[in-house]
């Protein structure tokens, strides 16, 4: 990059937020040849396809859920990605848990490794919370109460010791607020039978 065009670019990156798209850069009328300049100076890291963050941006262990709700602002982190930000998993995910709702076109992202669910549409916003990712950027996600009953209704898929596990976690926290806030978004969600039983076991 020429150095008559970096006061230029700076100008047009500085109103840009910390994460962000080739389109919002189209809209600071940042090219494609810039972000590519840019990336190859080191000035910006390269995401995913089409999400950069500037290197200077505050240090931030969940980048890749940022890259991952940047590409698809509709979903929400849930599952695994969920359970660990919650801490109520040891593991660490090998990819970005996300959903979005049944009906709605379904992201495809390869990098980072994202797993997409659709969940219905009617309790779709049920327990959203926004997860500080990086210092000033919010990511939406489950509660921790809706990530439990989700793994819960999915243990086929996440597997049982899992889930269960998380189930413990959850409830050692506040076993009595615990396990009412549980059955509470079990109820909304048609998964009482499948949650109360488990509840009943874990505290017994």
Request: with cysteine; aromatic share 4%; net charge neutral.
């Amino acid at each position: 990059m020429s150095a008559v065009n970096k006061p230029r670019i700076a100008r047009r990156l500085a109103v840009l937020p910390p994460t962000f798209t080739t389109a919002q850069a189209r809209e600071a009328q940042l090219s494609s040849r810039d972000l590519s300049s840019l990336v190859g100076e080191g000035v910006l890291d390269d995401l995913s396809r089409g999400v950069y963050r500037r290197a200077d941006a505050p240090e931030t262990a969940h980048a890749d859920l940022l890259a991952v709700c940047a590409r698809a602002p509709g979903a929400v982190v849930c599952g695994e990605s969920a359970l660990a930000l919650h801490e109520l998993i040891d593991d660490i995910p090998t990819a970005v848990h996300i959903a979005v709702p049944r009906g709605s076109r379904r992201p495809t992202i390869s990098y980072p490794p994202t797993v997409v669910a659709q969940y219905s549409a009617q309790t779709f916003d049920l327990g959203i919370e926004h997860f500080e990712a990086a210092p000033g950027e919010t990511i939406p996600v489950y509660s921790a109460a809706r990530s439990v009953v989700d793994a819960m209704r999915h243990r086929h898929r996440i597997g049982e010791p899992l889930a269960l596990s998380a189930l413990g976690r959850y409830l050692r926290r506040d076993s009595r607020r615990g396990a009412r806030e549980l059955q509470d978004v079990a109820r909304e969600l048609g998964a009482l039978s499948t949650i109360r039983p488990a509840v009943e076991a874990v505290l017994a």
